[in-house]
């Protein structure tokens, strides 16, 4: 969102058609992965005959999407042949471990894009066209998808999150990581504590997932799974750490302290509380993809939203929680709210 | 498409969260314009709770939906309220001459986006998936939405293109616009000289549309229509001036050269013919937005394609048009490409 509030321009329609047309950009990046064309660029040499046959595709249809992946900055082209940009080498080459092409899967998926199509209705009603409670309706299959669309991505945080929740903390521990997705928060834990055990909730569905990335991360032997609801389940503890990554901005205030209040009572006194959160600024509105993330929230969701620090605090503090601090994540839009038992 | 080509920057995920979300974007401005918040904002006072009720809306959705379009710089936001950005003042506001806010009609229309949905479909086709002959199929109703929606936004080139063709060209003059739409080229050239008569080419419920905006104009009276395909009706003639806007890109260069033969026999000697065209260099990835249209071509129709100036001044010479010239219109992606007959 590079285009935030640059209201110094003279005024110009071109915004508003780029705007409006922005869902081509979305289509073209998803055909692409779909198609499996940054394999096949960098398999090379390049040319639109050979990407095409690469990828079982016309020659028309893979010269106009590669222009336009070079237009959006995707792709590099020179002399008829095209290559990698250094964003794509590293975040969409398949080979690259840090490939986050599988995001595409999550994003773009329809349960995830079809309610923009009603969006309108949905700014009249206040709350998301999806049916139920949304996107967190129970055992809801898209959390599978984003277990294993999003973990690459959630990935990329992993370390720092988990450098950042354990600040030190050594010996036996319990951790307990509540809508635990992919899992690969509390694996990270796993992996920097070798004495951490860790208890992981979602669906039990989703938890499959969790499970084969622990087994992946020779982690299975400290790794148990609690399936259901996070608001029903008995979490057992005393924990240490309880991670709440992605998750209570599903939900209203009221339901937020419910859970933090359920957490903090599973806490061991001085045990920590770490939320993985895009937090806005005060005006809402800034930095953009943090701020821009309530708009998610607006159309999945019965009365989630992107919650700001003050707004956070509050609720920790209603649960009981104290010292309650923001940690940006380096080069994310994330933000770490830790909190104390 | 601002981030066209920055290959300088560090590689960062963010230009593949931002681009594989930009469909929200869309939605966003499409939902504001349909429930008419740019009307309500100048209206005031602007906040939250105003604004909800003037557009029926809930404050939740209002909201995060200000915010949002505060983000993409479409709102400007101060204590609490909402105001127009420079951008939005004068091509958003329904109280502004230059409003554009109807295209979202056009480009947001499920005919229009609905191909992109299938893109890697259409990638390996290398032809829309649409029915038939995609957007040109005969009667297609879309090009009735098209003349009520893009007409202000078509306006904007109306008068630099007028004053182009005519060049100073006064006294009787006939005027063949294939492609007519909403009319409004061929109404400017009328405006411009009291003497031109212009005859509209188009489905017959499109030529209703021009029909309107000729009367509005008050140059009814030397407006003719031609309903019918412009392969297909026999165009009459000889004519001075040829208007051919936004109409090539929709065929494949053979098609074009049939159809500019056919321009060609009914231009008088010396005659003019004036495309209206998405244009990019010959590297075909720049500027962003004209080359960016080649896209759009794949998705809705079997062979269209933004061409260069090199291909449409080979098409042109085949169909026997000399001094080929482009003249890109002033700040706009379109250029016009005069010949002669």
């Not at 590669?66 to 082209?77: N, S």
């Not at 599973?266 to 993330?293: I, N």
């Amino acid at each position: 969102m590079n285009t935030a509030q640059d209201h110094s321009a003279a005024p110009s329609p071109e915004l508003i058609f780029e705007t409006l047309t922005a869902y081509q950009r979305s289509a073209a990046l998803r055909a692409a992965i779909e198609l499996d064309l940054f394999r096949a660029v960098g398999e090379g040499p390049g040319d639109v005959a050979s990407l095409a046959r690469q990828c079982g595709a016309s020659e028309r249809g893979m010269r106009i999407l590669c222009d336009y992946l070079t237009i959006l900055g995707f792709l590099a082209k020179q002399d008829g042949h095209y290559g990698y940009t250094p964003s794509s080498a590293v975040f969409l080459d398949p080979r690259s471990p840090a490939c986050i092409g599988s995001i595409s899967g999550f994003l773009g998926h329809p349960a995830m894009a079809e309610p923009f199509n009603r969006l309108a209705d949905i700014v009249r009603s206040g709350s998301t066209a999806l049916q139920g409670d949304g996107s967190v309706e129970p055992e809801n299959p898209i959390w599978v998808k984003f277990a294993h669309s999003m973990a690459p991505m959630m990935g990329l945080m992993a370390g720092p999150l988990g450098v950042m929740v354990l600040d030190g903390l050594g010996g036996p521990l319990r951790v307990l990581d509540i809508a635990a997705g992919h899992g690969l928060f509390g694996i990270e834990v796993a992996k920097l504590n070798p004495q951490a055990r860790i208890t992981a909730v979602d669906w039990a569905a989703v938890l499959e997932v969790a499970r084969a990335n622990a087994r992946k991360a020779g982690v299975e032997q400290r790794y148990h799974l609690l399936p259901g609801s996070a608001f029903e389940v008995q979490f057992g503890g005393p924990y240490d750490i309880v991670l709440l990554t992605n998750f209570l901005h599903h939900f209203d205030p009221p339901t937020c302290v419910e859970l933090l209040r359920k957490v903090r009572a599973a806490l061991k006194p001085g045990g920590r509380v770490a939320a993985l959160e895009f937090v806005p600024d005060e005006d809402r509105v800034s930095p953009p993809m943090a701020a821009g993330f309530s708009l998610v929230m607006l159309a999945s969701t019965r009365g989630g939203d992107a919650y700001t620090f003050r707004e956070l605090e509050k609720m920790y503090r209603e649960a009981g929680l104290g010292d309650v601090r923001a940690h940006p994540l380096p080069r994310s839009p994330h933000t770490v709210v830790m909190g104390r038992g």
